[in-house]
C-alpha cells in the first residue's frame, strides 16, 4: 500500500478514535455509536501504526527509526503524565473525580497525542541522532 | 584520549548495575502500586509515594539503563528496549481500548483509580516482559 494512502487512513481513522473518545469523555457513558466508532478507529490507527512501524520489513530504515522513536517516547510520556495526573487527583488540585471510563479514555488520548507530537518532532528533524 | 574514552566506558561499566537496579526497583514499586490500586480501588498515602519514588527512580535511570545517553551508549541495548517498548506501546492501547469495550453497558464496573492503575500496570508489565524477551534472546532478527 502506498505511503500517502496509509497517511490517510492513519489521519481518518485518529479523528474517528479522538472524537468517540471526546464524546465518551465528557458524556462519560459508552453508547453503540461510540463503541462502534471507537472499535473500528483504533482498528486502524494500530493497524496503520504497524504498518507504518515496519516490523516485518525493511523498506526504510529512516522511518521505522523515527516511528519506534516516537512510540517509545510517547510510552515514558503517557506513564508520566498519567502518575501525574494521579497525584493532581490525590492532592485535589482539580476539584473533579474522573471516573473509571473517561481515565481510559484520557490514557489512550495521551498516547496518541504523545506519539504524534514526538512522530511529528522527528519527523520534522530529519533522523534520530 | 582514547585512554581517557576507556576509561570512561569502564566507569560507566561500573555503574551500569545501579542503573539497572534503580530501574528495576522504580518499576517493581509502580507494579506492586498499580495491583494496590487495581485490586482496592483506593488511593492512599503510601501509594502517592510508593508512585513518586518508582516513577523517579524509573524514569531517571530509564535512559541510562536502556543506554541512549552518549556516554554509556549500546547500540545492541539501545535497539532491544526501543522495541520491546514500542510493543508494549501496541499492547497497552490494545488493551485499554479492551477496557473501553467492556465499559460498554457497564458490563464490568470500575472507578478512576482502578483504571488509572490497570493502564500503568499493563504497560510495566508488557514493557518488562518484552525487554526481558529480547533481552534473553539477544538481539532483534529483523530481516536484513
Given at each position: 500500500m502506498?505511503?500517502?494512502?496509509?497517511?490517510?487512513i492513519?489521519w481518518i481513522?485518529?479523528?474517528?478514535?479522538?472524537?468517540?473518545?471526546l464524546?465518551?469523555?465528557?458524556?462519560?457513558?459508552?453508547?453503540?455509536i461510540?463503541?462502534?466508532?471507537?472499535?473500528?478507529?483504533?482498528?486502524?490507527?494500530?493497524?496503520?501504526?504497524?504498518?507504518?512501524?515496519?516490523?516485518?520489513?525493511?523498506e526504510?530504515?529512516?522511518?521505522?527509526?523515527?516511528?519506534?522513536?516516537?512510540?517509545?517516547?510517547?510510552?515514558?510520556?503517557?506513564?508520566?503524565?498519567?502518575?501525574?495526573l494521579?497525584?493532581?487527583?490525590?492532592l485535589?488540585?482539580?476539584?473533579?473525580?474522573?471516573?473509571?471510563?473517561?481515565v481510559?479514555?484520557?490514557?489512550i488520548?495521551?498516547?496518541?497525542?504523545?506519539?504524534y507530537?514526538?512522530f511529528?518532532?522527528?519527523s520534522?528533524?530529519?533522523?534520530?541522532? | 584520549?582514547?585512554g581517557?574514552n576507556q576509561?570512561?566506558?569502564?566507569?560507566?561499566t561500573?555503574?551500569?548495575?545501579?542503573?539497572?537496579?534503580s530501574m528495576?526497583?522504580?518499576?517493581?514499586a509502580l507494579?506492586?502500586?498499580?495491583?494496590?490500586?487495581?485490586?482496592?480501588?483506593?488511593?492512599?498515602?503510601?501509594?502517592?509515594v510508593?508512585?513518586?519514588l518508582?516513577?523517579?527512580?524509573?524514569?531517571?535511570?530509564f535512559?541510562?539503563?536502556?543506554?541512549?545517553?552518549?556516554?554509556?551508549?549500546?547500540?545492541r541495548?539501545l535497539r532491544v528496549?526501543?522495541?520491546?517498548?514500542?510493543?508494549?506501546?501496541?499492547?497497552?492501547?490494545?488493551?485499554?481500548?479492551f477496557?473501553?469495550i467492556?465499559?460498554?453497558n457497564?458490563?464490568?464496573?470500575?472507578?478512576?483509580?482502578?483504571?488509572?492503575?490497570f493502564?500503568?500496570l499493563?504497560?510495566?508489565?508488557?514493557m518488562?516482559g518484552w525487554?526481558?524477551?529480547?533481552?534473553n534472546?539477544?538481539d532483534?532478527?529483523?530481516?536484513d
Amino acid at each position: 500500500m502506498r505511503s500517502s494512502t496509509l497517511e490517510y487512513i492513519l489521519w481518518i481513522s485518529s479523528t474517528v478514535v479522538f472524537v468517540s473518545l471526546l464524546w465518551v469523555f465528557f458524556l462519560n457513558r459508552i453508547g453503540l455509536i461510540s463503541l462502534v466508532a471507537f472499535v473500528i478507529g483504533i482498528i486502524l490507527v494500530v493497524g496503520t501504526l504497524s504498518r507504518y512501524n515496519q516490523c516485518n520489513s525493511p523498506e526504510d530504515e529512516r522511518m521505522r527509526k523515527v516511528a519506534a522513536f516516537s512510540m517509545m517516547n510517547s510510552w515514558v510520556s503517557a506513564v508520566t503524565l498519567l502518575a501525574m495526573l494521579l497525584a493532581i487527583q490525590y492532592l485535589n488540585w482539580w476539584g473533579y473525580v474522573l471516573s473509571g471510563l473517561q481515565v481510559i479514555c484520557l490514557a489512550i488520548m495521551v498516547m496518541l497525542i504523545t506519539f504524534y507530537g514526538w512522530f511529528a518532532y522527528y519527523s520534522k528533524k530529519g533522523d534520530i541522532e | 584520549m582514547e585512554g581517557n574514552n576507556q576509561t570512561k566506558k569502564a566507569e560507566n561499566t561500573n555503574t551500569a548495575w545501579l542503573y539497572k537496579l534503580s530501574m528495576f526497583l522504580g518499576a517493581a514499586a509502580l507494579i506492586i502500586d498499580s495491583l494496590v490500586m487495581v485490586w482496592t480501588g483506593t488511593f492512599d498515602d503510601y501509594i502517592f509515594v510508593g508512585l513518586l519514588l518508582g516513577l523517579m527512580c524509573m524514569i531517571l535511570s530509564f535512559w541510562q539503563y536502556i543506554g541512549a545517553s552518549p556516554e554509556t551508549r549500546d547500540e545492541r541495548m539501545l535497539r532491544v528496549s526501543t522495541y520491546a517498548i514500542t510493543l508494549s506501546w501496541f499492547c497497552t492501547v490494545m488493551a485499554i481500548g479492551f477496557a473501553a469495550i467492556l465499559a460498554y453497558n457497564m458490563h464490568v464496573q470500575y472507578n478512576g483509580v482502578q483504571a488509572m492503575g490497570f493502564a500503568l500496570l499493563v504497560g510495566l508489565a508488557t514493557m518488562l516482559g518484552w525487554l526481558a524477551y529480547y533481552n534473553n534472546k539477544g538481539d532483534l532478527d529483523l530481516p536484513d
